[in-house]
């Protein structure tokens, strides 16, 4: 299934040809500062898979002293994508255009998530991260 994103603005957009993996929702509280949200949404991408159909010269971005880094529009705001080494890492399920097929989204550090966050019944909640599989 082919998968478009865009920001708020739509002055950037990209298309992802491959699968999206490991959808994660992280509570901490600094995912909550970097997504301006309750969480992170967020699911990994092959960098082969990705490319920018528009507006990329608009991407700004911002690289966290653990190497991560996040991609977002420098009209509107909007956070599009994290990268790592500069190279697309995965996508902000927020801007895609599609309801992408995913495997069933994990919630991670819901043990520091916010007071006033109720989490929905159901969920697959861990109270910190992963262990193997948590690379944030
Ligand atoms: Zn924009
Ligand atoms: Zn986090």
Known sequence: MMLSGE???GEIKYRISGPLVDPLSCHCSRCRKAFSSQCSNYARVDSGDFRWVSGEEKLTS???QSGFGLLFCSTC??????????SVHGVVLGCLNEEPELAEMHHIFVESKASW?????GVKVF????QANDRR
Not at 117 to 121: F, H, T, V
Not at 127 to 130: A, I, L, N, Q, V
């Open 7 to 9: 920001c708020f603005c």
């Open 62 to 64: 911002y690289v966290a």
């Open 77 to 86: 705001g909007s956070t599009l994508c994290g990268t790592t080494d500069e």
């Open 117 to 121: 966050e109720k989490l929905p019944n």
């Open 127 to 130: 109270s910190e991260g992963r």
